[in-house]
């Protein structure tokens, strides 16, 4: 390996991981997929790459598409909904320049609405989107990295917004307007009281729960603003018989969110899309997988013994 190699890829990690997660929806799975692509690198004859940023572009999508490939086998069998792995600040910090233009820029691009409504596209035509509406890629640079006609991929982008432009967060808000809803939700949930959660909610609020099999989580969108309400007052209810519950404003993937805590544990995380006066989607996360990097960033944050998410407390 030589000192050449190393910076010219450590110039472009940030891009490429950038890319990785989008695909994947998975940032441990985006690292895991940069690190093939820094082997792949090193091995290569560098004499014969022009464009180094083109090439470390493509190798990445062509692994990403692969591996997006397997994913979506294993999540037609996958139980219940399934959301992307919750990005982290330092997380959003690799994959941005350090500015604050480029965070906000990549805070609604990463929005787990937008990367969960990706999630309904064919791999290459997800590819497709992302290349050209992310990284600002014309046709002859998709074709060259999906290995199909530019023809092929006009066609590929026009079918991937078409599905995606139905299912798209409809508004934009400040992030102050954010932050607000959230508190009061907050609050609401103190009281577990249907009628006090029910003023928060968009008439058709709907809400995502994604468990994994691997702990109680519902098993299809639950629709409507009465059903919600009282649901999350029964979820309330329910964990104050193992403890009195705790929440802690947060960052996932850009946005002000909310981590749900029994004690030391983090027992999920909860996610808002809002038309600034309502809460119109709830993305909550309950897979211990997924809240793995966050329950070990929790654990530094109190300078506590890592535990995983779902395990019992130590004695």
Known sequence: MSDSALEVFETHRAHLLNIAYRMLGEISGAEDLVQEAWLR??????????????????VTMRLALDSLRSARARRETYVGPWLPEPLLPDDMRALAADTPAAHAELASD???????????????????????????????????????????????????????????????VSREQHQHIIARF?????????????????????????????VSAALNPVFGADRVSRLIAGLVRKQDRFGTPGTMVAEINGRPSLILLAGEEIVSTMS???????????????NPDKLTRLARAFARSLNLAPRAPGSAPSA
Request: aromatic share 8%; glycine share 6%; hydrophobic share 45%.
């Open 41 to 58: 690198w090193n091995r290569a004859d560098h004499g014969d790459i022009r464009d180094p940023r083109a090439w470390l572009s493509a």
């Open 110 to 172: 990463l929005s787990l609405a937008l990367l969960h409504v990706l999630e309904r596209l064919a791999p290459e035509e997800r590819a497709a989107l992302i290349l050209h509406d992310a990284f600002d890629c014309d046709y002859a640079q998709i074709a060259q990295m999906l290995g199909k006609s530019e023809v092929a991929c006009r066609k590929l982008l026009s079918r991937a917004r078409e599905r995606v432009k139905a299912g798209r967060p409809r508004f934009q």
């Open 186 to 214: 907050a609050q609401a949930m103190v009281t577990s009281d249907p009628a006090d959660l029910t003023s928060l909610f968009a008439d058709d609020v709907i809400f995502y729960s994604d468990g994994g099999g691997r």
């Open 272 to 286: 808002f899309e809002t038309d600034g006066a309502r809460i119109t989607t709830i993305y909550v996360m309950r």
